[in-house]
């Protein structure tokens, strides 16, 4: 069992940077492809972004490229988004997952919610115009 802990969310004007974290525990963290994915109100919860487990691959919605960095620290089992330029779209609770079985996650699924097996409870980022 992984448990997923996010934080770093809060109130930021348009044009800020925030840098979410998301620490894992429970399980070995090294191996495990991750990624970030939010949900706005009213709205399905998308993908923003994946890293491989060794931090050599990202993946990144085209919506936030040029804007948002997503980095992982193994010894630290710590799983990173940084957040610039920041625009009210970017407003949405913001989850960390990580993948089950090791390889579920990969080059044409990373983007999928339903690949991920472990999720933690959210972090808010809302952006102000």
């Known amino acids: 069992q992984v448990q997923l802990a996010e934080s770093g969310g809060r109130l930021v004007q348009a044009g800020d940077s925030l840098r979410l974290s998301c620490v894992a525990s429970?399980?070995?963290?090294?191996?495990?492809?991750m990624g970030w994915f939010r949900q706005a109100p009213g709205k399905e919860r998308e993908f923003v972004a994946a890293?491989?487990?060794?931090?050599?691959?990202?993946w990144l919605t085209n919506s936030v490229k040029g804007r948002f960095t997503i980095s992982r620290d193994n010894a630290k089992s710590t799983l990173h988004l940084q957040m610039s330029n920041l625009n009210f779209e970017d407003t949405a609770v913001y989850y960390c997952?990580?993948?089950?079985?090791?390889?579920?996650?990969?080059?044409?699924?990373?983007?999928?919610?339903?690949?991920?097996?472990?999720w933690g409870q959210g972090t808010q980022v809302t952006v102000s115009s």
């Open positions: 429970g399980r070995t963290f090294t191996y495990s492809t």
């Open positions: 890293i491989s487990w060794s931090g050599g691959t990202t």
């Open positions: 997952a990580a993948e089950g079985v090791r390889g579920t996650v990969g080059s044409s699924t990373y983007n999928r919610a339903e690949v991920y097996a472990y």
